[in-house]
């Protein structure tokens, strides 16, 4: 049984930071990209960032980049996601995903090729 479980959640002010993070356990999960998606109320959930297996490559969705760094420690079978500058409308619960992806460039923003996800994270950003 793979379990990815989200920590890092909370309240921020709008330009503030936070980090979340991603434990994944109950299995080797080598060769599996990490990504991290959200959902805010009323809304379809939605790509944030993704990482290669070696760290490698990484891809961000347009609205996050220069202010989300998506990295991964192998050897703790942990990701992370460093938000800082947030905006009221990063809101959301986010979500850390895994799969079997060789390379995040082409398909890494893409839920169905995620097979591996965590219950979620609340991240509230104040105006």
């Known amino acids: 049984q793979v379990q990815l479980v989200e920590s890092g959640g909370g309240l921020a002010q709008a330009g503030g930071s936070l980090r979340l993070s991603c434990a994944v356990s109950?299995?080797?999960?080598?060769?599996?990209?990490m990504a991290w998606f959200r959902q805010a109320p009323g809304k379809e959930r939605e790509f944030v960032a993704a990482i290669s297996w070696r760290g490698a490559s990484t891809y961000y969705r347009d609205s996050v980049k220069g202010r989300f760094t998506i990295s991964r420690d192998n050897a703790k079978n942990t990701a992370y996601l460093q938000m800082n500058s947030l905006k009221p409308e990063d809101t959301a619960v986010y979500y850390c995903?895994?799969?079997?992806?060789?390379?995040?460039?082409?398909?890494?923003?893409?839920?169905?090729?995620?097979?591996?996800w965590g219950q979620g994270t609340q991240v509230t950003v104040s105006s």
């Open positions: 109950g299995r080797t999960w080598s060769n599996y990209a």
């Open positions: 995903a895994a799969g079997p992806l060789n390379t995040v460039r082409v398909g890494g923003d893409r839920a169905d090729k995620y097979n591996y």
